[in-house]
């Protein structure tokens, strides 16, 4: 693979080739990092305890209290013991508010490369520039939303609908920002999988409706929600942050048997729980509830914030009164501290914070203006964006290979997705701009940009080297009413961009593109019986123009960063192979898709916001395949310009399995990750994929597996996904692909025993380039 120079420049130790990806002798060798050691985690423990050794209770209170400062939320520094405190910057996705910083593709473009390289490379690149910045934690990434609700506004954030796929994407994700010396914060901790009410609101009587509750079963919270962060902390995740919503009426950041119970105990999660910023509803609950930090919880918080605190003064008197043991605040602190040590950021070496931070923070909030120049932390991760775009992008439809272009001499570029912003350069404010092309989406996870490279802007300098003409109309009112005098003559292909914004604190109300997409799509069809259309799209779209036979290909983009032109340009001329899969299911109806946002807008009780999970683990294709629904484009599809193979499969067992994992005990401990037998590779599965065209290119191989039905309980999915590759073919060449099942792979909850539990009985399996793309399968059992 094509690493970054300064990933090369990593500990060679730490490469290492994974077994159950692909033989060394093979082309392409997939390397992995390791996580910290339980060695390096002890040595930081003890550092932390040293420190705090050094700490009287007004100065632990500090800590856990948070305090103003320049960034998003703030640990005090104590000048004393050298401590100059911690910064933490909003993510996921590119460092929010601050000036001069490379906006990257969002989580769900990442996760549609299913490229766990790249995608360790996108954490390497964003870690790298929130420690450039001088910043300690970036907040982020996200597996929640884990995309429940097709209509979820912050699901773009986050990776993929699947819980494997979103595990797969955490692991890369938390070892890649940590490598590059950043803490992140997984987030959010769990339930929040829409925005409508995820806090408390008060009525004009003052009566306050509290946020809603997710209330989700056991088997469900461990089968989907939890599953990706417990990757996420087998990464070694420094912080978990817990969220805005109620779980099972007990709100996220007070709730004992999520955080103490389940990610603490279960997972073995060594770092600190983060509040959400304003999630914190309680003192003496949340902290022994097993809340570490509140944020923002300053008293004296001056940009943001109520002026007092839970925490804080409150936390001193409920030790003093005996509700918060001195045991607890030392473990808070210890929990806050260790990874700083963990990550070296107690170096002298460490970036100080860049002077134009607070000021950015500041021309967010109240717009005053300040001067102070930025410090450049982009690098060339221009690069790094445009081949992840490339690499993401999905080609969904592509009949009487309409592409690659052959150099059209005539080019046609329609909507008002493909040409530059027109309202500035940033929308952080929430805010969309009707003009302009869909790079990135709103919210916190927002970012600023420094420039965008517009599809309109890349494809005339394409265009420009053959002499073709480029034609464009970009205004989407001009086309929905069919006003398409100025095209002359006939274009020999007509690009339609088309988006759909997503911000926080808003979920999207329709599946179909936004700014009368369809009208415009059918319209530019109408007359061109070569459109291409490309998606900007934060989630899931319905596409009523899909079938139209005008309609020759399609390609969703995502939100693909700040060189957004040229990612599609490679792909559009073929200069790059297009191998991006769907991490999302595609309806054909929006009726198929099972779970609608909960609005209750209106409701005056209190406690009247309830959302029951009754679903279980249907979302997405699993609800597709139990109600035997045909979706458009189904989970895991995307074209190539050339063509690929896979011979059979074979299974080989690796050890002998037992239904149960052994009980952890003092001489296997639970690991961060929880029980580490749980990661016990149980079998592997080998197939061969060959490149059978006549073009290189990459093709992602996915394996299903099929649970025994018999000796599952009820409620188990037909088929999920258990494994996926990335392999990139010369024409004619093959490689040998494993996957490696691990014990959780091949189990269920065990709600009564409390524990996951191989099945007995026949599983089987197959492997595809798409869920239902079937080319080799098998059946195994293990018991
Ligand atoms: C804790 O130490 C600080 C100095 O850092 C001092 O100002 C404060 O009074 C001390 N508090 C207590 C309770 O001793
Ligand atoms: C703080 O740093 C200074 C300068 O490096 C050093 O002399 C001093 O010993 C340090 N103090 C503590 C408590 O570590
Ligand atoms: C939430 O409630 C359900 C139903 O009672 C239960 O199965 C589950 O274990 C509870 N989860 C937590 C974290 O308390
Ligand atoms: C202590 O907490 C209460 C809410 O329980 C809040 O009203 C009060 O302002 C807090 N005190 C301080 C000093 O922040
Ligand atoms: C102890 O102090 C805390 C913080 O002021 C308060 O919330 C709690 O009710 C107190 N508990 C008792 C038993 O006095
Ligand atoms: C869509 O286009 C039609 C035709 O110009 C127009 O009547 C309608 O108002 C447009 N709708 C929106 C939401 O812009
Ligand atoms: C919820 O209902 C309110 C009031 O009817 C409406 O304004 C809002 O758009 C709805 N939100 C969603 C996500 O449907
Ligand atoms: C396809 O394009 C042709 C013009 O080339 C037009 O006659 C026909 O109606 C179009 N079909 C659709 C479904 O838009
Ligand atoms: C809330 O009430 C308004 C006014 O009656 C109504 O238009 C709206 O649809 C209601 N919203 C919901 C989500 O029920
Ligand atoms: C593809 O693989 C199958 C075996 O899985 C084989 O029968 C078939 O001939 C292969 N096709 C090509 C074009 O190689
Ligand atoms: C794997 O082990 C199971 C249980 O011992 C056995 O039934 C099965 O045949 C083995 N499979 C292979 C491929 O060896």
Redesign the pocket.
């Known amino acids: 693979m094509h690493l970054l120079n300064s990933i090369l420049s990593l500990a060679l130790s730490e490469l290492v080739v994974v077994a159950g990806h692909v033989q060394p002798q093979d082309a392409n060798t997939i390397t992995s990092r390791i996580p910290k050691s339980a060695n390096e985690w002890a040595t930081a423990i003890a550092k932390a305890d040293a420190f705090l050794a050094q700490l009287n209770l007004t100065e632990k209170v500090v800590v856990v209290t948070g305090a103003s400062g320049s960034c998003i939320g703030n640990v005090a520094a104590i000048p004393r013991l050298n401590f100059s405190g911690i910064c933490m910057s909003d993510g996921p996705t590119s460092i929010n508010r601050q000036d001069l910083i490379t906006v990257f593709p969002a989580g769900l473009r990442a996760a549609a490369t299913w490229d766990k390289d790249l995608i360790y490379q996108r954490g390497y690149a964003l870690g790298a520039e929130f420690r450039a910045k001088g910043s300690h934690v970036g907040l982020g990434p996200t597996a929640g939303p884990l995309g429940r609700n097709p209509l979820g506004s912050r699901n773009w954030e986050g990776f993929s609908t699947d819980p494997y796929l979103t595990g797969k994407a955490m692991y890369q994700t938390v070892l890649g920002m940590q490598d590059a010396g950043i803490q992140t914060s997984s987030k959010h901790f769990i339930g929040n999988e829409q925005e409508t009410q995820r806090s408390n609101s008060f009525l004009e009587d003052g009566t306050e409706i509290m946020a809603y509750s997710a209330n989700i079963d056991d088997r469900t919270l461990h089968e989907l929600y939890l599953w990706p962060f417990a990757d996420a902390v087998r990464a070694g995740t420094t912080s978990v942050m817990c969220s805005y919503n109620r779980l099972n009426q007990t709100y996220a950041c007070e709730n004992d048997g999520l955080l103490n119970k389940i990610l603490k105990e279960e997972l073995g999660f060594q770092g600190y729980v983060v509040s959400d910023w304003f999630a914190t509803h309680?003192?003496v609950d949340s902290i022994n509830g097993g809340l570490d930090l509140t944020m923002p919880g300053s008293?004296t918080q001056e940009l943001i914030g109520?002026?007092?605190?839970?925490?804080?003064?409150?936390l001193t008197?409920a030790v003093n009164n005996g509700s918060v043991t001195m045991d607890r605040v030392d473990d808070m602190v210890r929990r806050v501290m260790t990874p700083y040590y963990l990550l070296g950021q107690d170096s002298v070496k460490y970036p100080t914070l860049d002077p134009s931070t607070l000021c950015v923070l500041g021309a967010h909030y109240s717009q005053q203006s300040c001067n102070t120049p930025a410090r450049d932390v982009r690098e060339d991760h221009a690069s790094l964006v445009r081949k992840i775009g490339a690499d993401g992008t999905v080609l969904l439809k592509n009949t009487n290979n309409a592409l690659p272009l052959k150099s059209p001499k005539n080019i046609a570029v329609f909507g008002n997705d493909a040409g530059d912003f027109t309202d500035g350069l940033t929308y952080v404010d929430g805010t969309e701009f009707i003009q302009g092309t869909l790079a990135t989406g709103g919210g916190s996870g927002s970012a600023r940009f420094t420039y965008i490279v517009s599809p309109l802007e890349a494809i005339k300098a394409r265009a420009h080297q053959t002499g073709a003409r480029v034609q464009y109309i970009l205004s989407n009112d001009l086309i929905a009413r069919g006003d398409f005098h100025s095209i002359f003559p006939s274009p020999d292909v007509c690009i339609v961009f088309i988006k759909t914004y997503a911000s926080e604190g808003s979920d999207r109300v329709d599946f179909e593109h936004d700014h009368n997409s369809t009208l415009v799509v059918n319209n530019v069809a109408k007359r061109c019986p070569n459109t291409v259309v490309v998606s900007h799209s934060g989630g899931i779209n319905t596409m009523p123009w899909a079938k139209n036979p005008n309609v020759t290909a399609i390609l969703a983009a995502h939100y693909p960063g700040e060189q957004s032109g040229n990612s599609i340009v490679d792909i559009l001329y073929g200069d790059i192979n297009p191998s991006g899969k769907l991490p999302y299911t595609i309806p054909e109806h929006a009726d198929d898709c099972n779970i609608p946002i909960t609005n209750l807008t209106n409701n005056t009780d209190p406690n009247g916001w309830q959302i029951d999970f009754n679903e279980g683990l249907f979302i997405d294709y699993r609800h597709f395949d139990a109600h035997n629904l045909t979706p458009l484009y189904e989970f895991g599809h995307g074209l190539s310009y050339t063509t690929f193979n896979l011979t059979t499969l074979t299974p080989t067992n690796l050890t002998d399995a037992s239904a149960l994992s052994p009980t952890p005990d003092a001489t296997r401990k639970v690991e961060p990750g929880g029980n580490p037998d749980l990661y016990t590779p149980l079998l592997c599965l080998t197939t061969t994929l060959t490149n059978t065209g006549s073009l290189a290119g990459a093709q992602v191989v996915q394996l299903y597996l099929s649970f025994p039905q018999t000796s599952t309980p009820e409620g188990t999915p037909r088929r999920v996904l258990r494994g996926f590759e990335k392999m990139f073919l010369e024409p004619g060449t093959s490689a040998r692909m494993y996957f490696e099942l691990q014990r959780r792979d091949v189990s269920f909850w065990d709600v009564n025993a409390q524990t996951w539990r191989i099945p007995e009985g026949e599983f089987g399996v197959s492997v595809g380039f798409s869920l239902g793309g079937v080319r080799a399968k098998g059946v195994f059992s293990l018991l």
Do not use: D
Request: glycine share 24%; net charge positive; charged share 10%.
């Open positions: 309680s003192g008293p109520t002026g007092t605190s839970y925490f804080g003064k409150n008197l």
